[in-house]
């Protein structure tokens, strides 16, 4: 009797322990609730081994075999795919919002408020060409319409900038993400071989669900970079690749370091920009193309940036070129020497070179050529060839005369090159009697007497109309005219950012929507904990009971044998 009641003694001192152990993963349970990164531990329950009695078979209790810890990899596999994408369009988004508030502050377009009120000085010059103070209007309005561009463009940059600078090192978000991303990665390798030697250890025969917890919160905070692929190994390991290129190995033993990602910046002249490119750190001739993550985001952001420092380029150059006006207009039974640089009269918006010289001009202007670097040959054997191009702008006001007869002259300026940053546009013009308002000069009046018509402003309305008409412009500004660009510029922006807020809206609610789905299935749910406590605490007591009443029972027994 005795033996059957030891026996009993220790299954029940089994369950005992084993409802302590059963309530331990419980309260962590309800102790992590919080953690969104945390996965619900469960408890695997075997029963002892059998002894063979005097009578039989008899069971010693129970034990906790395992504990186990709620993973769903599809599910996890999809939150971290979410979780990209979601970091992707959210740092699109932020970064590209900004353009709005640098371009149009408060909602409203300074650069189209300048360039309408330009337009509108034209007019009152074209209405009135001898008001000294209309003149002076357009070349104020001029300037502060050139230091808006300036401002703007600059500011872009300075948004590029803080992305990636514009220079080998490119110093910005990104090299700050990849630093970042560097740091997680590293850890990885570390908690692969403590899983791996854990897990592998028989005598505790376990899951490392602690270190499992940590190491997937990485591999989370990873996914938020960039976009990877996750792969578990036989052994517990994880090998993370990216873009098909293995950053973490999982495969070889012994366990090898992380492999990073590093920033390169590559410069093709003539463009002025460096462009950043994503490289393996340990072969930077291997370029990885990422497809997810903040990192992306901050890739294609400074992409559009530089892009619509281009469009506003593009529009600056409407206005002004880098043409160096010269000093001559043709004239006839001129001598001209090799490589004098002079424009028509009037004036057609080129400049020609004389790149064979025969004899004098002679008197009458060959038919120039509109395509820089076709040729002409005039009357004389002299052969020109078209140089360059000025602005729409500037070949518009060119057609005119000033107040003094001569042809009109250059008003905005750009460099020769399209520059990083800083300025694209400067004012040329500074005498507002060299403004050229007038149709009639020295060439075209009807008598000598009447040099220009000072009275005269068909040029200054001819510009205005040149300035609304979008088949006038060169580079061609979308189908807009010089006049409506900036707004139709600012509407497509807008039009951007609110795709860009929807699309960081629609992909966030994903995110939840794979979060909830995990959380479901590996999350704590306290309604369930509780009611396990419950179930646990009663087998306690019962365990408890048994043992109490073994106890009374040993107690009988060795009173009887005394």
Known sequence: MSVGLDIAMVAAKSSLITRQK????????????????????????????MVLGDSGYFGTGCHVQTILRNYDSALETSLRNATSENSYQETYFDSIRNIEDILAPGGEDQLNNMVQSLAA????????????????????????????????????AQLRDNIAGNNAVGTGSISKALSDLKSLLGRVPVLNDRIRSLEEDAFLNQQANDLRDERDKIVSQISEFIDISVQEETDGRYTITCDGNVLIDGVYSPQRGADTLSLVMTNTPPSPYFVPSIVLAS???????????????????????????DDLYDYAENFGDSVAYPADFWEENVDY???????PEPSNGFVYELTAKVGTSGTVQPTWPVAVGDTVVDAEGNTWTCADEFSTFNTAHMAGYDLFGDPGAKVFSTNALQPAGGTILTVSITDPQTIAASAVGDETAAAPENAVQKGNGQNMTALWQTMSDPA??????????????????????????????????????IQNMFQNSVLGLSGVNMDEEMTNMLEIQKAYQASAKLIKTLDDMMAMVLNMLS
């Not at 010059?125 to 357009?138: C, D, H, K, M, Y």
């Open 337 to 343: 020497a090799l490589n004098d640089v002079i424009r």
């Open 121 to 156: 000085q034209a007019q009152a010059i074209g209405t009135s060409p001898e008001e000294l103070a209309n003149r002076v209007a357009f070349i104020r309005t001029a300037e502060n319409m050139a230091d808006r561009f300036n401002q703007n463009y600059t500011n872009l």
């Open 283 to 309: 072969d930077s001739t291997v370029t990885v193309n990422l497809e997810g993550g903040k990192i992306k985001g901050s890739l294609d952001a400074r992409q559009y940036i530089t892009d619509r420092m």
């Open 472 to 509: 006038a412009t060169n580079p061609n500004l979308s189908g807009e005219s010089m006049m409506s660009y900036s707004n139709r510029m600012i509407g497509d922006i807008s039009q951007d950012v609110a795709i860009a807020r929807s699309q960081s809206e629609t992909t966030l609610n």
């Open 22 to 49: 059963e309530m331990a993963v419980i309260s962590q349970n309800v102790a992590m609730s919080n953690d969104p990164n945390y996965r619900r531990r469960t408890t695997i329950v075997d029963s002892n081994v």
